[in-house]
Each structure stands twice: as structure tokens, then as C-alpha cells.
């Protein structure tokens, strides 16, 4: 634990400096009702894993940052590469702390022999505020017990469904009930995901608040360029999983193929279905119809979807869907199961909802295609919709 957090590996203390929103603009100002707090963003789930709850945790971490706020992340250790203390860009600083991991990054629940580095942690850094992320992550259930002990006050933000009825949700709903009988407040992502949670965790519903996701739009624009004359492509970016519906997509990619000559997919993900795919490809023979390009770095995610004209999502359960504002900021016309938070994403303009049935994706695959066809979408139209709806500065604004 010394090595851990040893002065040597901390290096020299650093002063706050202004920090600007990385255009030369000067750095937002903080309100004057609003007092600084030290905050501690605690989750399994941060970079360099990627997804949705990573992501998340460091772009309110960032906007925090900008508006005056001290912030540390702590998370665990993803040797060898990823221990000790590294620092971020505008001064986020990240403790990547000696934890065992389970499969995909998750760690067992311990309770205490973590206590004495967390303790370590939140006094070296005054933190006044320990703000948990994700139902799943033992870390963060862990930091609010601990942090309340210390008389730290605690936050809670919840970003998945999970059901009632199989053994892992009903653990994990146990869990969920005895950490948050004592925190201050809980975020979900959706009005959807706060009834869930309410209900599995028995949390007063006045004490729950919905802020959305967000999206830097500005990485997500269109290409003005037409992706492929000639054709329509269908966009599929996802972890190719159960949860996803993958299985949905298998069945319906045959019949959307059969009904229309000019559609092509692209189908960009990894994951334990994949040779679910190909086995279908090779099936009904859609080598040059269907392509899969297989895991796409977070970077290379816009490239990817303009690609296309259409974002297909055929989720099974989805608490917001970060992936289908990305594909609407990109210019596609989305369409998607009507699962979870997903109806509150998007305007009917630019979304097309069918239910998770396979007879009813193909129906609104085709009614999507007739609306592409016409020339009624406009990809910069939906950028500019999405970039007014959703962005990161009104998601740290509300949270404070």
C-alpha cells in the first residue's frame, strides 16, 4: 500500500490551473451560489476499458474540472501497464488501485481490505463528496460504505436495467438495497432506469434524479459526401452479446436482404456471437452483402458509422443507448428496439421504434428505407438536433 501511493509516484503536488475547453476558449465560470467540492469518482469501470460507464465517468469528471471542482477517479488496476497514480488530461488525477478482477474487469465483492487504502485516499485527497458508478461494480458499493463510515457524503448513478428473477439480480439488488439506504442522492440515466431502480432498490423516488447521457458532438459529424452510391448501407456498432440482440439481428438480416437488392450491412463489434454471424453469412450466402469488421477502437467509431445511412439497434434492454445519439449525431437515421430508456432518446423524426420481434424490426427497417429513400432525412439536421439536446456541460451543470 506504501508503494502504492508512495510520494515518489505521486511526484510533486500540483495547483489547480485554469483549464480551458480545449479551443482557447477561457475556462467556464463557476456560479457563485455553488462552493468547490473535492469529489472521488469510484467504479470497476474506467479507461483503459471502454464502454459506456468509462466513458461517462470521465467526460462529468472533465466538465467538473472546468467548473472549478476538484475530481480524482479511483479505480482498479489493469496490470501491468495501468497501477499507481496517473494523471489525465486538464489535471484528472487517477488512482489505479492493487484489486483482484473477475471476468471483464469486474472485482468480488470484499468490504474490507480495501478500507485502508480507500481511507488513505479520501483523507490524502480531503474528499468531501464519493460519487459511486454501475449497480455491478463492487468498488463503487464499497467506497459510498466506506466513505459514509468516514462521514464522506455519497452520491449513487446507475446505469443499467437489470431484472427480478435470476440469481444475479437478485444478489446484485440486495447489494444495491443495503448501499443505497444511506446516500444523499441517486442519478439514473433514464426515466425508465429510475423506476427500475427505485423498485430494486427501494430508494424514495424523490430522492432519485434523470440525467441523461451525452455526446461530443463535434466528434460525431456527418460526412457530407454520399457513404456509397448505388446502395444503402445499415450501420450495426455493439458488443455482439445476448444482451444486444444479436440473436434478433441474425434472424432478421436474412429477410431484409431477400426483400431488398441494394442493401448492404456493416457490422462493426466483438464479442461470443460473432460466429453467430458468420455462420449465417455462410448459410444464406451474404459474403458481399454482409461484412463484419469486427472490434472498432472509440476513435475510429465515427469513421465507422458514416459509413452508413441507417443505425440499426436491436438491444434486448438498454438503459439509455449511448450508441444511438453517436449514429443520429453522425448524420444516420436510427432504428431501434423499443426497449428500456431507449423512446426517450430521440424525437419520432429520427428514430424509427419497433418492438424486440423479429417480424417487427423488418417492418421497420422497411419503413425506414422508404423514408431514406424519399430524401426526408437530413444527416446535418439531425446533427444540429442532437447537438442542441445533449451535451456534457448541461449534464455536470445538473449535477451539481
Not at 36 to 44: E, G, N, P, Q, Y
Not at 58 to 71: D, T
Request: hydrophobic content about 40%; glycine content about 6%.
Amino acid at each position: 500500500m506504501d508503494d502504492v501511493l508512495s510520494p515518489n509516484i505521486l511526484g510533486p503536488s500540483r495547483t489547480r490551473a485554469t483549464i480551458g475547453e480545449g479551443n482557447g476558449k477561457s475556462s467556464q465560470k463557476q456560479p457563485a451560489s455553488l462552493r468547490r467540492l473535492r469529489i472521488a469518482m469510484i467504479s470497476d469501470f474506467f479507461f483503459p476499458n471502454v464502454g459506456g460507464v468509462e466513458g461517462h465517468i470521465y467526460m462529468v469528471s472533465q466538465q467538473l474540472l472546468r467548473r472549478g471542482h476538484k475530481v480524482i477517479v479511483i479505480t482498479h488496476a489493469y496490470p501491468p501497464h495501468r497501477t499507481g497514480i496517473r494523471w489525465l488530461p486538464n489535471g484528472l488525477k487517477v488512482y489505479y488501485v492493487p484489486y483482484e478482477v473477475l471476468a471483464r474487469q469486474d472485482t468480488l465483492p470484499n468490504f474490507f481490505s480495501l478500507l485502508p487504502l480507500y481511507r488513505q485516499i479520501l483523507f490524502r485527497e480531503r474528499i468531501e463528496l464519493v460519487h459511486g458508478h454501475q449497480a455491478l461494480s463492487s468498488m463503487a458499493h464499497e467506497g459510498i460504505l466506506h466513505a459514509r463510515s468516514m462521514g464522506i457524503r455519497a452520491v449513487f448513478t446507475d446505469h443499467s436495467l437489470f431484472g427480478f428473477a435470476d440469481a444475479a439480480s437478485i444478489m446484485t439488488n440486495k447489494l444495491l438495497k443495503f448501499v443505497l439506504s444511506d446516500v444523499e442522492h441517486v442519478v439514473c440515466v433514464s426515466h425508465t432506469g429510475k423506476e427500475n431502480t427505485v423498485l430494486r432498490a427501494a430508494v424514495d423516488p424523490k430522492d432519485v434524479s434523470v440525467i441523461p447521457n451525452a455526446v461530443v458532438a463535434s466528434d460525431f459529424t456527418p460526412d457530407p459526401s454520399a457513404p456509397h452510391p448505388g446502395r444503402i448501407t445499415i450501420v450495426v456498432l455493439s458488443r455482439l452479446v445476448y444482451r444486444k440482440g444479436v440473436d434478433l439481428l441474425i434472424a432478421a438480416i436474412p429477410r431484409i436482404c431477400a426483400q431488398h437488392s441494394d442493401i448492404h450491412f456493416l457490422i462493426g463489434g466483438d464479442g461470443p456471437k460473432r460466429i453467430d454471424l458468420e455462420q449465417m453469412r455462410e448459410k444464406y450466402l451474404l459474403h458481399d452483402r454482409v461484412e463484419l469488421v469486427g472490434a472498432i477502437r472509440p476513435s475510429d467509431a465515427r469513421d465507422h458509422l458514416v459509413r452508413g445511412h441507417l443505425f440499426l439497434n436491436t438491444s434486448l434492454t438498454e438503459a439509455f443507448g449511448t450508441c444511438i445519439i453517436e449514429a443520429a449525431s453522425a448524420g444516420l437515421f436510427v432504428v431501434s428496439t423499443r426497449v428500456g430508456g431507449v423512446p426517450e432518446v430521440l424525437p419520432s423524426n429520427l428514430v424509427e421504434l419497433a418492438e424486440p420481434d423479429e417480424d417487427d424490426v423488418v417492418r421497420a427497417v422497411d419503413h425506414a428505407l422508404v423514408h431514406i429513400r424519399s430524401g426526408a432525412h437530413s444527416p446535418q439536421a439531425a446533427h444540429d438536433a442532437v447537438k442542441s439536446f445533449y451535451t456534457w456541460s448541461d449534464v455536470a451543470e445538473r449535477l451539481e
